[in-house]
């Protein structure tokens, strides 16, 4: 194995496998994560940008059915985005949509409910 492909394995991993990873390299080398890190973000600095997206950290809201009360919705999703009429109606009309990208967990649960509460069936991811 080069050491590119060893660099590519690594930007694809996730951040529990890179801790595994690091883990077991303090294990095996007997070394500490600090003198490791650096060498392995030295080495594949692309690599930090996927790992923290993998977090999840923040998710996005998508509504994926409106359910019977359409005009509700619409009016939940216009006072949730603060986009005007015609373009939460846009949104509404084209499922599944991604109502707030890169929303904090607790404020994706209260629009989740704001919506589930006019009928609408929304998932977070």
Do not use: N
Not at 10 to 32: H, N, P
Not at 66 to 86: F, N, R, S
């Amino acid at each position: 194995m080069t050491k590119e492909e060893i660099l590519q394995a690594i930007e694809e991993m996730s951040v529990k496998e890179l801790a595994e990873l690091v883990a077991a390299i303090e294990e095996r080398f007997g070394v500490s994560a600090q003198a490791v890190a650096p060498v392995a973000v030295a080495a594949a600095p692309g690599a930090g940008a996927p790992a923290a997206a993998e977090e999840k950290t923040t998710v996005d809201v998508v509504l994926t059915s409106v359910g019977q009360q359409k005009i509700q919705v619409i009016k939940a999703v216009k006072e949730i985005t603060g986009k005007g009429l015609k373009e939460a109606k846009e949104l509404v009309d084209k499922l599944p949509a991604v109502i707030k990208a890169g929303a904090e967990p607790e404020e994706a649960e209260e629009i989740k409910k704001k919506l589930e509460a006019v009928g609408a069936e929304v998932e977070l991811k």
